[in-house]
């Protein structure tokens, strides 16, 4: 069997977002939350395909549209990711809507805004629109809290680290610059990788990560690093490691979300107040505090991220089962 789906490839201040708006498969559930459970039991075959090499690498994220459950939103977006389904994925909406929107496929009910059922919640967007090109997008964010303090693990080369865990979409172990660790800067991405593997495997069998109202959303996935900025006005940089091989091109929305709780948790960040996260490449988001909130038993707060993407072609991919590489491979 050939199986083809239609893709807009885009990249959201340089991490990929391929878009699949057509070829998706038919989901049950009455949230995107059951959706993509219904995915994972039965259609990863297609995220590992279009993510994957030969048809992507190590960095593939995107996303799969579907008509929103409730008719007061405007689209369902399913992520898919070379490390899995993610909760919610914030360069991969800034990606999503710019493509949504310059593409036509989707009509805002309230022009200027859309309203994204994510399998994390709600995200509401504006986005700005000037010559048929989308220059901004913005969305505020589901629910963000610091989860955990002062975590010990052992790093190879670097020795004991201390590290919070922060939710904003996914769960982050943030790597504050410490006596062990002078800052990202001071290491190349492959050595961040190899660590951010090791550390993942033991905080996640040392401790458990659940969202207190979808404990479908479990498990420590991404681990981001801190480090001196390369611009005086961003606030603070970043390097998140996702997947097994991957480093956000962009500054992470979900990241940025979750280490601005991990600030404001901390009284380094006030409601109002906004955060210029930079990435390992020098791209930024700009966050801002929007309301504090509580989640479940948590404290939190709302998050908002603002950035930019750019369409970068169109993509017509064929998964063969004929093709010994049909569902992708990893070196
Ligand atoms: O922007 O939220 C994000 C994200 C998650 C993984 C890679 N990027």
Request: include cysteine.
């Given at each position: 069997m050939r199986k083809t789906f239609f893709c807009v490839d885009a990249h959201t201040c340089g991490n990929p977002v391929r878009v699949v708006t057509g070829g998706g498969p038919f989901l049950e559930g009455k949230n995107m939350s059951e959706k993509r459970q219904h995915f994972l039991r039965e259609f990863d075959w297609i995220r590992k395909g279009l993510m994957f090499e030969p048809r992507g690498h190590d960095m593939m994220s995107?996303?799969?549209l579907y008509p929103p459950v409730?008719?007061?939103?405007?689209?369902?977006?399913?992520?898919?990711e070379t490390s899995g389904c993610l909760p919610m994925c914030g360069h991969g909406t800034i990606g999503t809507v710019t493509v949504i929107i310059e593409e036509g496929l989707v009509s805002p009910k309230v022009p200027g805004e859309l309203r994204l059922e994510t399998p994390a919640g709600l995200v509401r967007v504006s986005y700005k629109k000037e010559g048929g090109r989308v220059t901004s997008v913005r969305l505020v964010n589901v629910g963000a809290y610091l989860d955990s303090e002062n975590l010990e693990a052992e790093c190879p080369d670097l020795g004991k680290l201390k590290v919070d865990v922060a939710y904003g979409g996914n769960f982050y172990a943030i790597v504050d610059v410490q006596d062990n660790f002078k800052?990202?800067?001071?290491?190349?991405?492959?050595?961040?990788?190899?660590?951010s593997r090791h550390l993942r495997r033991q905080l996640n069998e040392k401790y458990t990560f659940t969202h207190p109202e979808d404990p479908t959303i479990n498990g420590l996935s991404h681990i981001l690093w801190t480090g001196k900025t390369l611009s005086e006005?961003?606030?603070?940089?970043?390097?998140?490691?996702?997947?097994?091989?991957?480093?956000?091109?962009?500054?992470?929305?979900?990241?940025?979300?979750?280490?601005?709780?991990?600030?404001?948790?901390r009284g380094?960040?006030?409601?109002?107040?906004?955060?210029?996260?930079?990435s390992i490449i020098g791209s930024k988001f700009t966050g801002r505090v929007e309301s504090v909130t509580d989640i479940g038993d948590k404290k939190g707060i709302v998050p908002s991220i603002e950035g930019?993407?750019?369409?970068?072609g169109y993509n017509n991919i064929?998964?063969?089962?004929?093709?010994?590489?049909?569902?992708?491979?990893?070196?």
């Open positions: 995107g996303s799969i409730d008719k007061a939103n405007d689209v369902g977006i399913l992520f898919i800052g990202l800067e001071h290491h190349p991405a492959d050595q961040l990788i190899g660590w006005e961003a606030t603070a940089r970043n390097a998140v490691f996702y997947g097994d091989k991957a480093i956000d091109r962009s500054p992470c929305g979900t990241g940025t979300s979750a280490r601005m709780a991990q600030w404001y948790a380094k960040l006030k409601e109002g107040e906004t955060f210029i996260h930079e930019w993407a750019r369409i970068t064929i998964i063969d089962d004929d093709d010994p590489y049909a569902h992708g491979f990893q070196v």
